[in-house]
């Protein structure tokens, strides 16, 4: 019998399997081989995991059921008592890894416990593809999953990571992007560098850099699709934006010829400002006598 950090286990094995997150071309042989093999298949939702052995062209041999988050309490104990009678249980998610932000963890916890071996089979992950093209330092960064929907504890929740020096990656529903990108820009500074990846590997994927103030300003429009935003750690020494250091370049770029409107834009895009703001300091500032 195999051993699990010190631990004699059973032949049960639980296996995390990592889904396309948009291109099915994306999933692996091993996919292909462990869900025709598996004696349960635990899927967050059943009907897609049908269309994608469908489109994968494997007839899955074992016991298909559901597993999300309303029933993953009461059926993570189901699943151990199958992976503690010898059977592979492969569990799979719409996309991306089990226990990331969907369903898993419960399971892999309960396994663990019970000396049951669990490995993965790795896959994409918006995770890291976001990290990867955000173009932000990706040497050390921290996940934080979905913010808190409520105004105030997701004000609280942020304004705790104000601080926070590693580069940190968000989920967040499309409705609620442009709320959070303001809430974001209020906690860290309208100037921290972000970058909202939209569609992932899909047809319309979408990658918008810039400060949080300016995505702020951009998700206001409206935004469809999946959401990762990846938002740069704070860098210890580094100030407030100079809004009075802004205003006077664009004084300067207007005494040189250049149009207000087009000075304003461009000044405030570079500091990852809205536009508006900037345009209203510089107002406030010919208003003063």
């Known amino acids: 019998m195999p051993c699990n950090n010190g631990r004699v286990t059973n032949d049960g094995r639980l296996v995390l399997a990592g889904a396309p997150i948009g291109q099915v071309g ?69 996309a991306g890894m089990p226990g990331v932000s969907d369903p898993g963890y419960r399971l892999t916890h309960l396994a663990v416990e019970a000396g049951i071996t669990v490995t993965a089979l790795p896959g994409p992950s918006a995770v890291t593809t976001a990290l990867a093209v955000s173009g932000l330092p990706s040497d050390r960064f921290c996940f934080e999953g979905f913010p808190p929907r409520k105004a105030g504890d997701r004000a609280r929740r942020l304004s705790g990571l104000a601080e926070e020096e590693r580069t940190m990656v968000f989920f967040e529903a499309p409705h609620r992007l442009h709320s959070c990108l303001e809430a974001m820009a209020e906690a860290f500074g309208a100037g921290r560098q972000a970058a909202v990846c939209r569609e992932l590997t899909k047809t319309y994927e979408e990658v918008r850099r810039g400060g949080l103030g300016e995505l702020a300003e951009w998700a206001a429009a409206g935004v469809k699709g999946e959401i990762t935003v990846v938002v740069a750690g704070h860098v210890a020494g580094a100030g407030e934006l100079d809004v009075a250091g802004l205003v006077a370049e664009v004084d300067r770029r207007v005494a040189a010829g250049e149009l207000p409107k087009a000075a304003v834009a461009d000044v405030a895009k570079g500091a990852g400002m809205p536009k508006r703001e900037l345009y209203d300091a510089v107002h406030r500032r010919s208003a003063t006598p």
Not at 26 to 34: E, F, G, K
Not at 54 to 72: P, Q, T
Not at 84 to 91: D, H, L
């Open 26 to 94: 994306d999933v692996s042989p091993r996919l292909r081989q462990v869900l025709g093999s598996a004696d349960v298949v635990a899927a967050e939702d059943t009907r897609r995991l049908r269309r994608l052995a469908n489109e994968l062209g494997v007839e899955i041999g074992g016991r298909v059921v559901s597993y999300y988050d309303a029933n993953e309490a009461g059926r993570a104990q189901e699943l151990v008592e199958a992976l503690k009678e010898g059977r592979t249980v492969v569990v799979i998610t719409d």
